[in-house]
């Protein structure tokens, strides 16, 4: 994570039309990532240093297009590595109360509480290893909530903030046509069920390349079943479909993330032919889509079941085919855990910059430094045996195995990337216990804090050591 080397990689095709910015881009980029939970005096060693960085975000070639742009293409490279791949979009408030002097600040909730919003889409695979961040957006409202406001229904969807969702959906299509061998699904939660996405899906299914998509339902909408002339409530009829399997996961807190306890649910599944309700100069039309529902069996007495209702334009011929769904919907999960990074592993809530001009460019440069941490609390999960290598450079996992071992003489073998992960998550405060889950992202970025300390300590170290002791290590690092 702290090494030159997966900044330049990732960052290889950016281009601000400015070499000396495009260098200070990356510069900055990587001491961010080095100590992303520290302010930034604390992160750079010097004051020239410092005032760079800020010289950076003040410069109108500094937008947030031309810091995704080349991690969007890393990511579609990645994307086309892969058979099927979920784009999870959400949205998020960033409070800013605290810097009421902020100009372009505007209010977030109810209580007049002031910051800005932003709206991302992540890429995942379904064994839920995150590629990248494939879309961002941030914006503010006005200072002071409307006390009146035009009726919903007179305002045009492009005049809504809800108008994110289709940008959203728009931007999983661009994706489809760049990776014509990928099948890409778009998830989103309750709030992304409105049915201009739902009439924009059939549409784009006439083209070669379009995403699909799995919602979960906000609304108990009016349905007609495709087998029966019957008209009745979505929910009502999802209950009565045919179970075709079963599905188990663990239940996370949204705010802590911890464990609340494992599901096990029964998955029912059947078409479903929606009709909008009627609105002003739109001709009102069917919408043929599928219908999952996804019933919590036996759930504790104390505990509201979790019973999930998803729309989706999958097809559902078979249990492989609800499962994907299943699976795909589940992986949206990682959204949160990148929102949780964000904010609190990045601490973005106490950055100190005065416009939002400066503001953006920040957050999209934290946003990748975030996505970079959750890829490497998954990647030891899913390819366990590659060589730490593939991420980290030598310097960093030798650093990394003298802090935790105690011990200047490192093996000649270099370590597997499942071992690496469990070192650095002991340097965060990871007991690595029997009965401990795998670590994750908290404890890694916490862990990568401390590398950077002793890399620093390694480096004065090794004019002093003796040579190292070539010998190989097969047991576990952890």
Same mark, same amino acid.
Request: proline content about 5%.
């Given at each position: 994570?702290?090494?030159?080397?997966?900044?330049?990689?990732?960052?290889?095709?950016?281009?601000?039309?400015?070499?000396?910015?495009?260098?200070?881009?990356?510069?900055?980029?990587?001491?961010?990532?080095?100590?992303?939970?520290?302010?930034?005096?604390?992160?750079?060693?010097?004051?020239?240093?410092?005032?760079?960085?800020?010289?950076?975000?003040?410069?109108?070639?500094?937008?947030?297009?031309?810091?995704?742009? !080349?991690?969007?293409?890393?990511?579609?490279?990645?994307?086309?590595?892969?058979?099927?791949?979920?784009?999870?979009?959400?949205?998020?408030?960033?409070?800013?109360?605290?810097?009421?002097?902020?100009?372009?600040?505007?209010?977030?909730?109810?209580?007049?509480?002031?910051?800005?919003?932003?709206?991302?889409?992540?890429?995942?695979?379904?064994?839920?290893?995150?590629?990248?961040?494939?879309?961002?957006?941030?914006?503010?409202?006005?200072?002071?909530? !409307?006390?009146?406001?035009?009726?919903?229904?007179?305002? !045009?969807?492009?005049?809504?903030?809800?108008?994110?969702?289709?940008?959203?959906?728009?931007?999983?299509?661009?994706?489809?046509?760049?990776?014509?061998?990928?099948?890409?699904?778009?998830?989103?939660?309750?709030?992304?069920?409105?049915?201009?996405?739902?009439?924009?899906?059939?549409?784009?299914?006439?083209?070669?390349?379009?995403?699909?998509?799995?919602?979960?339902?906000?609304?108990?909408?009016?349905?007609?079943?495709?087998?029966?002339?019957?008209?009745?409530?979505?929910?009502?009829?999802?209950?009565?479909?045919?179970?075709?399997?079963?599905?188990?996961?663990?239940?996370?807190?949204?705010?802590?993330?911890?464990?609340?306890?494992?599901?096990?649910?029964?998955?029912?599944?059947?078409?479903?032919?929606?009709?909008?309700?009627?609105?002003?100069?739109?001709?009102?039309?069917?919408?043929?889509?599928?219908?999952?529902?996804?019933?919590?069996?036996?759930?504790?007495?104390?505990?509201?079941?979790?019973?999930?209702?998803?729309?989706?334009?999958?097809?559902?011929?078979?249990?492989?085919?609800?499962?994907?769904?299943?699976?795909?919907?589940?992986?949206?999960?990682?959204?949160?855990?990148?929102?949780?990074?964000?904010?609190?592993?990045?601490?973005?809530?106490?950055?100190?910059?005065?416009?939002?001009?400066?503001?953006?460019?920040?957050?999209?440069?934290?946003?990748?430094?975030?996505?970079?941490?959750?890829?490497?609390?998954?990647?030891?999960?899913?390819?366990?045996?590659?060589?730490?290598?593939?991420?980290?450079?030598?310097?960093?996992?030798?650093?990394?195995?003298?802090?935790?071992?105690?011990?200047?003489?490192?093996?000649?073998?270099?370590?597997?990337?499942?071992?690496?992960?469990?070192?650095?998550?002991?340097?965060? @405060?990871?007991?690595?216990?029997?009965?401990?889950?795998? !670590? @994750?992202?908290?404890?890694?970025?916490?862990?990568?804090?401390?590398?950077?300390?002793?890399?620093?300590?390694?480096?004065?170290?090794?004019?002093?050591?003796?040579?190292?002791?070539?010998?190989?290590?097969?047991?576990?690092?952890?």
């Amino acid at each position: 994570m702290t090494t030159h080397k997966w900044t330049e990689s990732e960052m290889i095709d950016l281009d601000t039309g400015n070499k000396r910015l495009d260098k200070r881009v990356k510069a900055v980029l990587e001491t961010l990532s080095n100590n992303p939970n520290k302010t930034f005096p604390q992160q750079f060693q010097s004051t020239a240093e410092l005032k760079a960085c800020y010289r950076l975000f003040d410069s109108d070639l500094i937008t947030c297009e031309t810091i995704l742009d !080349p991690h969007f293409t890393k990511t579609i490279e990645r994307i086309q590595s892969f058979p099927v791949v979920v784009l999870a979009s959400d949205s998020s408030s960033l409070n800013y109360s605290t810097r009421p002097s902020n100009p372009d600040s505007g209010y977030i909730s109810s209580n007049n509480a002031q910051g800005f919003l932003t709206h991302i889409s992540l890429a995942t695979t379904l064994d839920r290893q995150p590629l990248g961040v494939a879309q961002v957006k941030f914006w503010a409202r006005d200072k002071q909530k !409307p006390e009146k406001k035009l009726h919903r229904d007179y305002i !045009p969807i492009e005049g809504k903030e809800s108008y994110k969702w289709l940008e959203s959906y728009a931007n999983a299509n661009k994706i489809a046509a760049l990776c014509p061998a990928t099948q890409i699904i778009n998830v989103f939660d309750r709030e992304g069920d409105i049915i201009e996405v739902w009439e924009e899906a059939i549409k784009a299914q006439k083209d070669k390349a379009f995403a699909h998509l799995v919602v979960r339902c906000n609304h108990n909408r009016g349905v007609l079943s495709t087998d029966e002339n019957k008209s009745t409530k979505l929910f009502e009829f999802a209950e009565k479909a045919s179970v075709v399997g079963h599905c188990e996961f663990e239940l996370h807190d949204r705010v802590t993330h911890r464990v609340l306890r494992k599901v096990k649910q029964e998955i029912l599944a059947s078409p479903v032919c929606i009709y909008p309700a009627p609105r002003s100069g739109v001709e009102q039309r069917k919408i043929i889509l599928n219908v999952v529902f996804m019933k919590e069996i036996n759930p504790p007495e104390e505990a509201d079941p979790v019973n999930w209702y998803l729309l989706t334009t999958l097809p559902i011929e078979n249990e492989e085919d609800v499962q994907k769904i299943v699976k795909a919907y589940l992986a949206r999960w990682d959204i949160e855990t990148l929102f949780r990074t964000f904010k609190t592993g990045c601490r973005v809530e106490d950055r100190s910059l005065r416009t939002a001009d400066r503001l953006y460019p920040m957050f999209t440069l934290f946003f990748i430094i975030a996505w970079r941490i959750n890829y490497l609390s998954r990647i030891s999960k899913v390819n366990p045996n590659l060589p730490c290598t593939v991420v980290f450079s030598e310097k960093e996992w030798k650093a990394a195995y003298a802090a935790i071992k105690k011990n200047t003489h490192v093996p000649s073998v270099v370590p597997t990337i499942q071992e690496m992960i469990i070192i650095i998550a002991r340097l965060g @405060g990871y007991l690595n216990r029997r009965s401990d889950p795998a !670590p @994750g992202a908290q404890v890694i970025w916490r862990g990568l804090e401390y590398l950077r300390n002793f890399m620093d300590a390694w480096e004065l170290l090794q004019p002093m050591t003796a040579a190292e002791t070539d010998f190989s290590v097969k047991k576990s690092y952890g």
